[in-house]
């Protein structure tokens, strides 16, 4: 089964082809991180927008690089949520359009299902049963996952996401967008021991993320030195400061999620996943702990086709499908999925 993929959660545009049997065929992503940069984050009309006019290109690139025709596509998956509901809806629209066309079945993915199993991808997948941290610009939680489809939620941010105060703290210091990696660039350069952060949640049992108060603090922090002394020093130190915080509250909650289910494997996946500080500590911690480790490679850690494709594959092939509606949620509890 060739299964085309499509993604519109956000800000990103992803088109791929995965095959059953020979794999992941072709990809393709724009990001729109450039047009948002203006308005120092995501505006959701301007991004709707845009889905629709980068989509179909994609979609025509994608088939050429894969060296196929339209008609040669027996399934299609898209993001379903969720996600901005009009970003989901050019997706969608597309995806179950070009089913029924086509005459094929459609699936509507679930984004984070598509982070779960996006590491999955590579020439060496970990083994199920395993821990996910899934840690991006919307959503922060760490799953138990069992196989496809089944899902134990062991924790979530009760307020911000870890990118989403990444990319907040990092337009408070002015160092640009989009904030993540902009923030853990200036971070090499500071000093993280300069001013004391605090670590959420951190000194209680359980395994939920709250960074709201760790932006509150940086603020406070910063707006505690007059506007001559917000030096790009300051911003780079503040920086550093607030990068290990989330690094090491993470890292914490990773270890209390491995020691309580007692696997051994732990996946790391969503766009902070890349964050460089992030992977040494969990590292770290693996060899220190004798848990493996592991993460989809640095173009799959962000929103992308090749993840919905695969996600929606597995759904297709275990002979689940959607009727003609065009379905897009905007929530979607990951919970409210039905094992294969």
Same mark, same amino acid.
């Given at each position: 089964?060739?299964?085309?993929?499509?993604?519109?959660?956000?800000?990103?545009?992803?088109?791929?082809?995965?095959?059953?049997?020979?794999?992941?065929?072709?990809?393709?992503?724009y990001?729109?991180?450039?047009?948002?940069a203006?308005?120092?984050?995501?505006?959701?009309?301007?991004?709707?927008?845009d889905?629709?006019?980068?989509?179909?290109p994609?979609l025509?690139?994608?088939?050429?690089?894969?060296?196929?025709?339209?008609?040669?596509?027996?399934?299609?998956?898209?993001?379903?949520?969720?996600?901005?509901?009009?970003?989901?809806?050019?997706?969608?629209?597309?995806?179950?359009?070009?089913?029924?066309?086509?005459?094929?079945?459609?699936?509507?993915?679930?984004?984070?299902?598509?982070?779960?199993?996006?590491?999955?991808?590579?020439?060496?997948?970990?083994?199920?049963?395993?821990?996910?941290?899934?840690?991006?610009?919307?959503?922060?939680?760490?799953?138990?996952?069992?196989?496809?489809?089944?899902?134990?939620?062991?924790?979530?941010?009760?307020?911000?996401a +870890?990118?989403?105060?990444?990319?907040?703290?990092?337009?408070?210091?002015?160092?640009?967008?989009?904030?993540?990696?902009?923030?853990?660039?200036?971070?090499?350069?500071?000093?993280?021991?300069?001013?004391?952060?605090?670590?959420?949640m951190?000194?209680r049992?359980?395994?939920?993320f709250?960074?709201?108060?760790?932006?509150?603090?940086?603020?406070?922090? *910063?707006?505690?030195?007059?506007?001559?002394?917000?030096?790009?020093?300051?911003?780079?130190?503040?920086?550093?400061?607030?990068?290990?915080?989330?690094?090491?509250?993470?890292?914490?909650?990773?270890?209390?999620?491995?020691?309580?289910?007692?696997?051994?494997?732990?996946?790391?996946?969503?766009?902070?996943?890349a964050?460089?500080?992030?992977?040494?500590?969990?590292?770290?911690?693996?060899?220190?702990?004798?848990w +493996?480790?592991?993460?989809?490679?640095?173009?799959?850690?962000?929103?992308?086709?090749?993840?919905?494709?695969?996600?929606?594959?597995?759904?297709?092939?275990?002979?689940?499908?959607?009727?003609?509606?065009?379905?897009?949620?905007s929530? *979607?509890?990951?919970?409210?999925?039905?094992?294969?």
């Open positions: 089964m060739r299964v085309l993929g499509i993604e519109t959660s956000c800000d990103e545009t992803g088109v791929a082809i995965y095959d059953g049997r020979d794999g992941l065929l072709a990809h393709a992503l990001s729109q991180a450039e047009i948002h203006e308005y120092g984050g995501v505006v959701p009309e301007i991004a709707s927008r889905h629709v006019r980068k989509l179909l994609l025509d690139q994608c088939l050429a690089d894969a060296g196929c025709a339209r008609a040669d596509i027996d399934g299609v998956a898209y993001t379903s949520g969720p996600g901005l509901i009009g970003a989901l809806l050019v997706g969608a629209s597309v995806g179950r359009s070009l089913a029924l066309a086509l005459g094929v079945p459609a699936i509507g993915v679930h984004h984070m299902e598509g982070h779960l199993l996006a590491p999955l991808l590579e020439e060496a997948p970990p083994s199920f049963p395993f821990v996910a941290l899934l840690v991006s610009g919307g959503h922060t939680m760490l799953v138990e996952v069992e196989k496809v489809g089944s899902y134990r939620m062991l924790g979530e941010t009760l307020d911000d +870890a990118g989403e105060a990444f990319d907040k703290t990092a337009k408070l210091l002015g160092l640009g967008y989009p904030g993540g990696p902009k923030l853990a660039a200036a971070a090499e350069a500071g000093d993280p021991d300069r001013f004391p952060f605090p670590r959420p951190t000194d049992p359980g395994l939920d709250s960074f709201s108060g760790l932006k509150t603090h940086t603020r406070t922090l *910063w707006e505690s030195h007059p506007a001559d002394e917000r030096t790009a020093e300051l911003a780079r130190d503040i920086a550093a400061g607030f990068q290990l915080s989330v690094v090491e509250t993470l890292a914490l909650k990773c270890r209390r999620a491995m020691k309580e289910t007692g696997h051994g494997s732990l996946i790391v996946s969503g766009g902070v996943g964050n460089l500080e992030l992977r040494k500590a969990l590292r770290r911690d693996g060899e220190r702990h004798g +493996a480790v592991s993460y989809p490679r640095i173009e799959f850690c962000t929103d992308n086709g090749a993840m919905i494709a695969f996600a929606g594959y597995q759904r297709l092939a275990g002979g689940q499908k959607q009727d003609e509606a065009i379905s897009a949620r929530r *979607w509890p990951l919970e409210e999925l039905n094992a294969l």
